[in-house]
T-cell receptor, first 115, second 109 residues
Framework: IAGITQAPTSQILAAGRRMTLRCTQD?????MYWYRQDLGLGLRLIHY???????GKGEVPDGYSVSRANTDDFPLTLASAVPSQTSVYFC??????????????FGPGTRLTVL | GQNIDQPTEMTATEGAIVQINCTYQ??????LFWYQQHAGEAPTFLSY??LDGLEEKGRFSSFLSRSKGYSYLLLKELQMKDSASYLC??????????WGAGTKLIIKP
């Protein structure tokens, strides 16, 4: 593994189903983030974690949950998927979190379609 | 609140220079980032400005004026591979990134 990996690459999901998007980084970064990207809109932060064991809500957290049991993994769960959650989901990480110079590095994304 | 504006789409010619503008309004500012995103791929970091002025990195330069709430990304000697979306993002007072919708740059031969 080099950098950030996400799984699955793409998924079609029936509304009402539960889904977990996986994200793993091997850079020993403290901070991790989940964004969604929709056409015509900027990336929007769903949840973040500045360090293992802590999480915080971003701009659009409703319908999503996260956990950060260790440094490397930051899964995003949709408890009961709805069509408005159709989007491309990007996981990102940064060395520190909470620093102005902290550059975020992105995973390849998961394209999720909820029908 | 915060607001970021950048043009939706621009077209330029291979070998030319293009300037992509980004204007913002924010109550707290901890720097401005530019990212490049090719279609179907992840955003990748290009530049960071926190002080006024120009930062140069090879063919790419980024400028910031904090008093005007304005930044631009300057791409010189355009190549076909520069066809991508360019995302402007400001770091707010909570050290979170607020993203613009991106500017799709089309390079024509």
């Amino acid at each position: 593994i080099a950098g950030i990996t996400q799984a699955p690459t793409s998924q079609i999901l029936a509304a009402g189903r539960r889904m977990t998007l996986r994200c793993t980084q091997d850079m020993r970064h403290n901070a991790m983030y989940w964004y969604r990207q929709d056409l015509g809109l900027g990336l929007r932060l769903i949840h973040y974690s500045n360090t293992a064991g802590t999480t915080g809500k971003g701009e659009v957290p409703d319908g999503y949950s996260v956990s950060r049991a260790n440094t490397d993994d930051f899964p995003l769960t949709l408890a009961s998927a709805v069509p408005s959650q159709t989007s491309v989901y990007f996981c990102a990480s940064s060395e520190s979190g909470g620093l102005a110079t902290d550059t975020q590095y992105f995973g390849p994304g998961t394209r999720l379609t909820v029908l | 609140g915060q607001n970021i504006d950048q043009p939706t789409e621009m077209t330029a010619t291979e070998g030319a220079i293009v300037q992509i503008n980004c204007t913002y309004q924010t109550s707290g500012f901890n720097g401005l980032f530019w990212y490049q995103q090719h279609a179907g791929e992840a955003p990748t970091f290009l530049s960071y400005n926190v002080l006024d002025g120009l930062e140069e990195k090879g063919r790419f330069s980024s400028f910031l004026s904090r008093s005007k709430g304005y930044s631009y990304l300057l791409l010189k000697e355009l190549q076909m591979k520069d066809s991508a979306s360019y995302l402007c993002a400001l770091m707010d007072s909570n050290y979170q990134l607020i993203w613009g919708a991106g500017t799709k740059l089309i390079i024509k031969p």
